[in-house]
Nanobody, 123 residues
Framework: QVQLVESGGGLVQPGGSLRLSCAASTRIYSIHAMGWYRQGPGKEREWVATITPNSGSTTYADSVKGRFTISRDNAKNTVSLQMNSLKPEDSAVYYC????????????????WGQGTQVTVSS
């Protein structure tokens, strides 16, 4: 089973920056999409950004557009989220999610989630 591990969370002041990374514990045959989600206190989990590894195309939630940048390193099988101009409302646990086929024999892609990393934006 693929395990995704996020890193890079922490405490930052408003206006500051953080960079999150997500790496897989095992080799993966084919990755269809890599994304970031977040869940703030008392809120439902929401989508933040997605990147398609093959094309490099990206999409963002309106709330983070222009401030966050998602990128991937295909050789290392990692995805990152550069977060700039952070606001208190960005505070949340951030999760990475990959849609992938772990093995060549997988008939269809599956979703894999990380355990999350806490981001707190506060003065």
């Amino acid at each position: 089973q693929v395990q995704l591990v996020e890193s890079g969370g922490g405490l930052v002041q408003p206006g500051g920056s953080l960079r999150l990374s997500c790496a897989a514990s095992t080799r993966i045959y084919s990755i269809h999409a890599m994304g970031w989600y977040r869940q703030g206190p008392g809120k439902e989990r929401e989508w933040v950004a997605t990147i398609t590894p093959n094309s490099g195309s990206t999409t963002y939630a309106d709330s983070v557009k222009g401030r966050f940048t998602i990128s991937r390193d295909n050789a290392k099988n990692t995805v990152s989220l550069q977060m700039n101009s952070l606001k208190p409302e960005d505070s949340a646990v951030y999760y990475c999610k990959w849609v992938a086929r772990q093995y060549t024999t997988d008939s269809r892609p599956r979703e894999f989630w990380g355990q999350g990393t806490q981001v707190t934006v506060s003065s």
